[in-house]
């Protein structure tokens, strides 16, 4: 039997604002908008055989005395901690992801559809059930043992952020960065928060020997701007200060002006690569606005609402970048994507980092003291 407050419909039409997941209780205000999260929606996953869509019956307002939207995060154990890729544009063959799902909630992240393996919602769902990996660092210590193994830079945090609020809790980034300090394993970092400072002494002792860089991601120094785009991270002074802390104690620290949003946060670009480059940032990279699956029905719908007068603009300048799609998911494109506007993006990026100094070698990090973890010696007893 149904309730009042949903029905059941088919799969395969729009489901932007459909689907009302019971745990979250329709954790909507009036005006569409959750307080402290990037979605106000919570579509079905793409494999999910129906959708459910809130339906008022005229005997209450669904959105009336309604608790807060908690986070749920569940442990689970992982066959392998190491992903492998074999993109062409993507600089890192391997890479490490501690959690699944991100409590920061940016409206523009790439990674939500990733939530449908899990028969998940890339809206809601994504940012407020999480999976964290607690035996993160036991499985890395097994797999960089193998006879097999040869070291190159794993890369963290391309695909959810591995310093997102529960990793105060979980400290999974901390036991992965143990074993590459003992093992002399090179990684490459990429996160929005200032917590990644709690983890500086290991930090630290990689950088001596060229094994670690890190890349702050900062989309735009509009505090408003972030708040509504990426209410869980950072706030873009507190990054900026992350930078100088990190450079300061000798960590090679760039920044991501990342994404790059046209008629949104384009402007910001050079402000951006300024701000970090007096704190010390000493690399500068930019990425365009990915928009696959879910995310761009997500990030629409997230535009409607917070900046309605700016939509039809962002919109049709993102479909001139990618062919009259919204979004090319051809490798070489889908980061930079192509004709004039994106061809000055670029071109206002290279001028910029000229402009503020940057350097334009990446750091490279060094392969040659890794050491593969000390297997347990102890005998087994015979009685």
């Given amino acids: 039997m149904r309730s009042n407050s949903e029905r059941k419909v088919e799969q395969g039409g729009s489901f932007i604002g459909a689907q009302v997941d019971p745990d979250h209780m329709l954790a909507r205000n009036l005006n569409g908008r959750i307080r402290g999260r990037g979605s ?25 005395d309604l608790p807060p939207l908690k986070t749920d995060v569940q442990e ?9 890729n074999d993109s062409p544009d993507i600089p890192f ?3 490490i992801n501690p959690y699944r799902g991100c409590e920061h909630g940016c409206s523009y992240c790439f990674a939500r559809p990733t939530h449908a393996y899990m028969g998940l919602s890339a809206g809601l769902d994504f940012e407020t059930k999480l999976f964290a990996k607690p035996d993160a660092a036991e ?68 950088a001596e020997k060229s094994l670690v860089k890190v890349a702050i991601s900062i989309t735009t120094l509009d505090n408003k701007l972030s708040r509504a785009m990426e ?38 670009l050079e402000a951006i690569l300024e701000a970090a480059r007096e704190k010390g940032a000493s690399e500068a990279g930019t990425i365009l606005l990915r928009l696959p699956r879910e995310v761009a029905d997500l990030f629409q719908d997230w535009l409607l609402q917070h900046y309605p007068d700016r939509y039809r603009h962002v919109m049709n300048v993102l479909r001139s970048m990618r ?61």
């Fill in 40 to 64: 106000a929606h919570n579509p079905s996953g793409r494999f999910e055989p129906y959708a459910k869509e809130p339906v008022d019956d005229g005997w209450s307002q669904i959105c009336d």
């Fill in 76 to 84: 689970e154990k992982s066959r392998t901690i190491i992903t492998r």
């Fill in 231 to 268: 209410p869980r991270a950072a706030a873009p002074h507190r990054r900026l200060g992350t930078i100088k802390s990190l450079a300061e104690a000798g960590i090679p620290t760039g920044v991501l002006a990342a994404p790059m949003i046209p008629a949104l946060n384009d402007n910001e």
């Fill in 139 to 206: 499985q890395l210590r097994r797999e960089l043992s193998s006879p097999t193994y040869r070291p190159r830079p794993l890369a963290i945090g391309t695909n959810t952020d591995p310093y997102q609020p529960i990793e105060r809790r979980y400290r999974l980034m901390r036991g992965i960065l143990e074993v590459l300090v003992e093992t002399g394993h090179p990684v490459a970092i990429v996160t929005k928060s200032s917590l990644i400072l709690r983890d500086l002494d290991l930090l630290t002792k990689l």
């Fill in 93 to 95: 063959d391997r890479s």
């Fill in 323 to 383: 062919g009259g799609k919204v979004y090319d998911s051809t490798p070489g494109k889908r980061m930079r994507g192509t004709g004039p506007y994106a061809d000055m993006l670029h071109k206002r990026m290279e001028i910029a980092a000229r402009q503020y100094g940057y350097s334009a070698r990446r750091t490279r990090l060094s392969v040659d003291h890794f050491t593969p973890p000390k297997q347990d010696q102890q005998q087994l007893s015979l009685f």
